[in-house]
Each structure stands twice: as C-alpha cells, then as structure tokens.
C-alpha cells in the first residue's frame, strides 16, 4: 500500500456493537456491511465468531457477500479455538484476515492473563503462525499495549513480525493515553524494532478521555497507517475514535498531514444514520460531522459572515460527507416503479418482497405527508428491511385523556403470532401505553430514557422516539417513528423489548457452548 495512503479499518460490527445495549441480529450486521463498502473502507471486522452461533453465521454470511472492495476481518483471542473457528468463518472470503490479539500491559498479564512475560511471548508465537497458516493476512493486537512497559512490548512485536503477523496494532485500550506518547510510541517502534518497515502498523483508541480521534491522528503522524475506528464512534464504555472524524481531519487538514484515504466521504451520513438507527443509539446533535447542528448557524454574526462568503465560518461542504438540502420529489401519487429507482440511487436495492413492504408504508405515510425527504424514505426502509422476525408486532393503538379524563391507551398487538388486547391507565398518554404493553407482553423491564425529535421539518414531520429499557441489568435501545408521537412511542417501547428477547435469546444459546467468550475484551 502507498506510503501516503492510510487504511480505515473499520470495526463497528465489533467493537462498537460492544456498546451496551447496540448489539446486531445477522441480517442487521448484514446491512451494515453493505453500507461499508459502499463507503469504501479498507477492512470491516465483522465479529468475533468463536463468541456464539450467531457471531459465526455473520461473519461468515458477510465474508461470503463482501466479495468487491473491503477485507474481511474475525477476531481472535491467542487460542487455537478461537483462530480455527474465525478461519473457518471466513472461508468464502475473497480477502480473508484474522485479528490475533492478547494482553502486554504488566496489569492485564498479571491480573487478567495469570501469565508470565515468557508465557505471553510464546502465545503470541504460536497463535500468530497458526492464524497464518490459514489466512495470508494476520494482524496482531497488543491489548492495553499503551500501558506496556517498552522494551517488553517491543520484544512482543518483534515476535509478531516474525511469525507472520502483516499489521500490528498498538491500541489505547482504556483510554488512557495522551497524543505525544502515542506519537513517540509509534515512532519508536517503527524505528528501532526489526522488521518494522515492512508491515503496516495500525492505531486502535478508545474515548475515554475525549482523545481518541486526536491520539489516533498522533498515531499517524508517529508513522500508523491504519486506524481502527467506528461509525459515529460507537463502542464500550465511552466509545471508539469516529471515522468520520479522522477522516475528514486527514482530508480538510491534507496540506498538514499529506496523506489520503480511499473512503467516499458523501457516504458518511448515510452511514451515521443507518449505524444509529439499527442501533438505536441517537447521534448528539452537537457531534462533529454527522450531527443535525454540524453545519448550523444560529449567531448573527456567523450568519451575516455566511452570507458574505461560506469559508468565513465551514471549513467543510455539507455535500462532501452526504448532507444534501435537496427533497426528494415523491407523493401519493408516485408509483412503485419511481419509488424503486430512487432507493436505487441512495443505495438500498430492495428485492421484490422488501419494495412491496416498503411500498404499502410510503403509500401510507404519502397520504399523511405532502413532501416527502429522503430522510422519510430511509427510515421507512430501516423499519422494513433490516428488522428480523420481531415476537411483539403493534397492530391497532387508541389513545385518549386530556385536562379531566384520565390518559387511557388501548393496545392491539400479536405476540407470537396470537393477537391479544388490552386497556390501561397511566400518569400520561405514554406512561398508559408502556404500562399498558408490559402488561400484554409480561416485560417487566424498567425504562431508562426516553427521547423524542422530528425527523424532519413542518407539522407533518416525522417524530423518532429513542427508549433505552433495562431488565436484571441487561439493556436494551429501541427506536420508532410515525407521524403521531404516540404510535412512534410505542414502536419505540416495542423495538426495545423485541431487541431484548432476542438478546435474551442469545444469551441461552450461547452459555455453556463458549465458556468466556461471550464479552470481547477490546484490543
């Protein structure tokens, strides 16, 4: 790869489903990876498929549909179980990469590992030439490799190299790093380490400081040509460095940094919203890139500088990462043919079947809406394409109350398949609703958040409801819209409960099978 080119490797379907409450059904992940090549990064991690059935089967689907433009990456600990399964997953990949990690820091070894130093340097030996004698790409993480004592760690890459790892990866795993030592680091190892120059050597940084887009930028500068990163930075704990946040710092700042990457940055709110919708987790309005108020100006002195001339206060287009203030030109009177083709354009071909879905609910929602945006359009594909099978379906809500009658929600819903109804009183319109559900599906899980925004502009918007909920510590995100709030709540309330059945669901499957493989430390 050339020197002046850095890889986005990306691992949102790994480590960012590691976010509490964000994890992804197979058909979910799926989706997502679609969107990533399209967005044109170099490697997507699509999971850790040693932790349970359902991991296998999307690394595997993925591996076996992403055939033109990314890398297909599993994850793996230093265990021969773990490397065999993840090459057996990855088996229909057209570029095949396993991602061998295993703690260097003096803490983790000691506390975490029980290993000695010896013990490490030979796991990583022998784990590394097992993963490439099945995959010619291996890349090897140096878990918490921030907090690992120097000459150690370079002794550990040193190995690596020499077993045939083709990238190594120094992530800041807790968070904990500042971008000077990162930079130093990177530049040390590169330097002094035999072999160096002759792999890629790749930066992985968590937020937990608020610097992990600024650590991975000093990890390029310090010589890093890959960076690990997620959509709207999702991951564990505070989360990962943003792509779109390093990227478009490489791109508007390249007269600095002199490097480029391969990514199509107009696909980057697309991405975001896709990511946030199957995740249920909201972009902040305020977050650099992708978020509502990115490119919004509400000072009058920004304003009047704006109208004069437009690099007074952007230093990026909208249009460059796929903000467009163009509508999309669909009614009630559009046909199915026009609705197929501009999905085509925005990038969601639909089979027979999904169109028909999607159909039915944009004939729906034309008669409630004059103009529809492509916003709309997104959400109604999201709702119907990427859901799996759901165990509670909303049929029928009626809401009533006002200043003198007390708030009353009648809820229609199938549960497994059988419909049954059901009324109920509640403090307020929604209040009566969520009590009304839990009662019809037996949940008795206990409401985190709630938040409601308009999707759109005009009275005929939109509304998007986001629920976190929680059950015996197990969280759980949901998100529904409508144009009546109330109807969205209780899409919402219902995606989130149906979200944690089958997380449930995977939790049975998978205990007893994979003895403490079911939570990924993060390289």
Known sequence: MASDMVRIFDTTLR???QSPGASMQKEEKLHVARQLARLNVDVIEAGFPVASPDDFDAVMEIAREIQDGPSVCALARA???????????LEGARSPRIHVFLATSPIHMEKKL??????VLKTIERSVKLARSKVADV???AEDAMRSDRTFLSEAVRIAIESGATTINLPDTVGYALPTGVRDLFQSLIATVPGARTVVFSSHCHDDLGLAVANSLAAIEGGARQVECTVNGIGERAGNAAMEEIVMALKVRKSYFKLDTRIRTEEFFRSSRLVSTI????????KAIVGENAFAHESGIHQDGLLKDKDTYEILVPEQVGVFGGRLVLGKHSGRHALKDRLEQMGYPLSESELDKVFLRFKKLADQKKELYEEDLETLVFEDEIRPQDRFVLKRLHVSGGTEIPPTATVV???DGVEHRMAGLG????DAIYRTVSKLTGSNARLVSYAVKGITGGTDALGEVTVRIDQDGL???????DTDILVASAKAYLAALNRLERKKGRILRTSGEVSGAGTTPSP
């Open 15 to 17: 480590d960012g489903e």
């Open 114 to 119: 029980r290993m000695t130093p010896d013990e």
């Open 139 to 141: 890349e090897f993480s």
């Open 413 to 415: 819903l199938e549960r």
């Open 475 to 481: 969280l759980s995100l949901g998100q529904g819209s």
């Open 427 to 430: 403090d307020g319109p929604v």
């Open 79 to 89: 265990r021969d179980k773990d490397i065999l399964v993840a090459a057996e997953a």
């Open 279 to 286: 995740t249920g987790m909201p972009v902040q309005p305020n």
